[in-house]
């Protein structure tokens, strides 16, 4: 459950669906210096899928680089007033975050939050490559590359090192 407001229409379900342990994980780094520091030898901020967490992250983890200690009033001050959605507050969101809501997840040791999110970040990072892989293959099949190529494999076989690479081909060109 999202224990707190946010849209989960920002982004494809592996994105949207780990909401909770984005908000775990930012709870976690706002509350524990010594869980700030393992999340910031491990994940970087672009690993938040909904913005406003990926933006959160990144002034958490830029406030652990610089050694300083990470506190609510500097995640407020980030945000500052802004509507974070309408009817949502960057106050009372980072508030929320802070005080942990209602979600079991926020009540767990933070090694396992941290580990749960390093094991979503790894699942969302399969499920883009298998995308970008059918999108390759989806793409070089409508082109006709695949049926004229006599080694299949070959042609699957470069979708497949893209996919790997993390490379999206939004305009189709190889």
């Known amino acids: 459950m999202n224990v707190l407001p946010l849209k989960r229409d920002f982004a494809p379900a592996p994105y949207a669906?780990?909401?909770e342990i984005e908000q775990a994980a930012l709870h976690a780094m706002?509350?524990?210096v010594e869980a700030l520091r393992?999340?910031?030898?491990s994940t970087?901020?672009?690993?938040?899928g909904h913005p406003v967490h990926a933006r959160l992250a990144s002034?958490?983890?830029?406030?652990?680089?610089?050694?300083?200690?990470?506190?609510?009033?500097?995640?407020?001050?980030l945000f500052g007033d802004d509507e974070l959605e309408p009817g949502l507050t960057a106050k009372h969101y980072v508030g929320r975050l802070f005080v942990g809501g209602g979600s079991m997840l926020f009540a767990?040791?933070?090694?396992?939050?941290?580990?749960?999110?390093?094991?979503?970040?790894?699942?969302?990072?399969v499920f883009n490559?298998?995308?970008?892989?059918?999108?390759?293959?989806?793409?070089?099949?409508?082109?006709g590359r695949v049926d004229?190529?006599?080694d299949t494999a070959s042609a699957s076989g470069s979708c497949l090192r893209r996919a790997l690479r993390g490379r999206v081909d939004r305009n189709n060109k190889q």
Not at 59 to 77: F, I, T
Not at 108 to 125: G, I, K, Q, S
Not at 129 to 143: D, E, H, I, V, W
Request: charged residues 20%; contains cysteine.
């Open 17 to 19: 669906d780990g909401l």
């Open 30 to 32: 706002l509350s524990s």
């Open 38 to 41: 393992a999340f910031s030898a």
């Open 44 to 48: 970087a901020a672009a690993e938040f």
């Open 59 to 77: 002034h958490l983890l830029e406030l652990e680089e610089a050694g300083r200690q990470p506190s609510v009033a500097a995640a407020l001050a």
């Open 108 to 125: 767990a040791p933070w090694r396992d939050v941290h580990e749960t999110f390093r094991a979503h970040v790894a699942r969302r990072t």
């Open 129 to 143: 490559a298998g995308t970008t892989l059918q999108l390759c293959m989806t793409s070089r099949a409508l082109r």
């Open 148 to 150: 004229r190529n006599p």
